[in-house]
Every structure is written in structure tokens, then in C-alpha cells.
């Protein structure tokens, strides 16, 4: 059985720096085409960045564009989401998710989520 479990989040303050990771077990991130989506409270779930395929190519919301880099750690098994100069309006629940496609990552309808991870952002 495939499982996502987040961690890394945290409270900090605007400005400031955090990693969040996702580890998998059951199979290999290789396998797999990722991402992660927020969801704020009161928010729809939201797309916030994705890797596809084994060229690893990187996609991002408008929102964290330039602020936020999704990468894969093949030793560790792991996606990792490096967030930088954070805002407020970053504050959400983190999930990672995993799907067989590209497409069903970026639409949120792969079926492999993770639990989540709340980051919360001070001004």
C-alpha cells in the first residue's frame, strides 16, 4: 500500500524559510508524478506546485511562483517543497500527492494524499 506523510511544517514568521517533505513508502517516488496543494481555512484546496515525469520538469501556482521550489529526493524517497520569503497569505494546510499521470496530480483528482502538514505565517 502506497502512503504520503508529510512534515516540516511550522509556525514562522513573514520573510522567513521552511522545507517541507514527503515521504513515500510502498513504492518509489520515481513511479510517480508529484505535487502539492494548500488549503486554507474557510479556502478551496488549491494547486500549489508539481514535478513531472523523469525530467523532473517543475510547475507552480502564480501565487508561489519564484517563492517556492518542488523537487524530488530520490535517496530519501521524498518530495520536497523549499519555501522561502513566506507570507501570511501562505498560511494553509500542506498535502502531498501522488498520481500515475500528470494530469490527475495537477487536477487534485489522483487518489494519494497525504495527511497534510499546517504552516502557518505571522506578519
Known amino acids: 500500500q502506497v502512503q504520503l506523510v508529510e512534515s516540516g511544517g511550522g509556525l514562522v514568521q513573514a520573510g522567513d524559510s521552511l522545507r517541507l517533505s514527503c515521504k513515500m513508502s510502498?513504492?518509489?517516488?520515481?513511479?510517480?508524478?508529484m505535487g502539492w496543494f494548500r488549503q486554507a481555512p474557510g479556502k478551496e484546496r488549491e494547486f500549489v506546485a508539481g514535478?513531472?515525469?523523469?525530467?523532473?520538469?517543475?510547475y507552480y501556482s502564480d501565487a508561489v511562483k519564484g517563492r517556492f521550489t518542488i523537487s524530488r529526493d530520490y535517496g530519501l524517497n521524498s518530495v520536497l517543497l523549499q519555501m522561502n520569503n513566506l507570507k501570511p497569505e501562505d498560511t494553509a494546510a500542506y498535502y502531498c500527492?501522488?498520481?500515475?499521470?500528470?494530469?490527475?496530480?495537477?487536477?487534485?483528482?489522483?487518489?494519494?494524499w497525504g495527511r497534510g502538514t499546517q504552516v502557518t505565517v505571522h506578519s
Open positions: 500527492v501522488a498520481g500515475e499521470t500528470y494530469g490527475s496530480v495537477a487536477g487534485g483528482t489522483t487518489k494519494l
Open positions: 510502498g513504492r518509489s517516488v520515481v513511479d510517480y508524478h
Open positions: 514535478v513531472r515525469g523523469a525530467v523532473d520538469a517543475t
